[in-house]
């Protein structure tokens, strides 16, 4: 296991490395991301993010999923890479069969549910408009229970395999004697 996350860990220190350079070069977005709790990493903002991600993934939202996860990892204090990761459940391979899956659905619970059938569908607007109603009710009955689903089962995983984020080591020379931190950066 070891080894396996020392090879992973190897090849994204490059991009982590980009990813911190850019938020640097943007103190105001880095601010605006880490008090919304978009960059924190602990197993309820982590699974918060997989709810995020999964509900936006399953939505027909393409085009604006970014900004939809982002919105949802504000609100809900989710992490925001999790979300992104997760999302891609929803991906040009998968879209079409995801959204035809959605569209059927969404036409068989009009048909049962007692949802008021509006005028008879005439012109090509209203077929659209059925269309358009029908995927979103479908990918409404998968995506929430989905969200629901992937939060607690993550939990769960993390738990059950007694998962541990690593913790900070402090550098002893920046703590003064009282066990509080000194200002300034620690010296060498």
């Given at each position: 296991?070891?080894?396996?996350?020392?090879?992973?860990?190897?090849?994204?220190?490059?991009?982590?490395?980009?990813?911190?350079?850019?938020?640097?070069?943007?103190?105001?977005?880095?601010?605006?991301?880490?008090?919304?709790?978009?960059?924190?990493?602990?197993?309820?903002?982590?699974?918060?993010?997989?709810?995020?991600?999964?509900?936006?993934?399953?939505?027909?939202?393409?085009?604006?999923?970014?900004?939809?996860?982002?919105?949802?990892?504000?609100?809900?204090?989710?992490?925001?890479?999790?979300?992104?990761?997760?999302?891609?459940?929803?991906?040009p391979f998968t879209m079409a069969p995801l959204y035809?899956?959605?569209?059927?659905?969404?036409?068989?619970?009009?048909?049962?549910?007692?949802?008021?059938?509006?005028?008879?569908?005439?012109?090509?607007g209203d077929e659209i408009a059925h269309e358009t109603?029908?995927?979103?009710?479908?990918?409404?009955?998968?995506?929430?229970?989905?969200?629901?689903?992937?939060?607690?089962?993550?939990?769960?995983?993390?738990?059950?395999?007694?998962?541990?984020?690593?913790?900070?080591?402090?550098?002893?020379?920046?703590?003064?004697?009282?066990?509080?931190?000194?200002?300034?950066?620690?010296?060498?």
């Amino acid at each position: 296991m070891r080894w396996i996350r020392f090879h992973f860990l190897k090849g994204s220190r490059q991009h982590r490395s980009r990813i911190r350079a850019w938020l640097q070069a943007h103190p105001r977005i880095s601010g605006l991301l880490e008090r919304g709790g978009c960059l924190h990493v602990d197993e309820f903002a982590l699974a918060r993010g997989i709810a995020v991600g999964l509900f936006v993934g399953f939505t027909p939202t393409v085009g604006i999923q970014t900004f939809m996860m982002l919105a949802g990892s504000l609100a809900f204090r989710a992490n925001f890479i999790a979300a992104f990761v997760v999302s891609n459940v929803s991906n040009p391979f998968t879209m079409a069969p995801l959204y035809y899956g959605f569209n059927r659905l969404g036409e068989w619970l009009m048909q049962r549910l007692p949802i008021s059938a509006g005028p008879a569908v005439d012109t090509l607007g209203d077929e659209i408009a059925h269309e358009t109603l029908a995927m979103v009710l479908g990918s409404l009955v998968v995506a929430i229970p989905a969200a629901a689903v992937g939060y607690f089962l993550f939990l769960w995983l993390w738990r059950k395999f007694g998962l541990r984020l690593p913790v900070l080591r402090l550098n002893p020379r920046s703590v003064s004697g009282d066990g509080s931190r000194r200002a300034g950066p620690p010296e060498n």
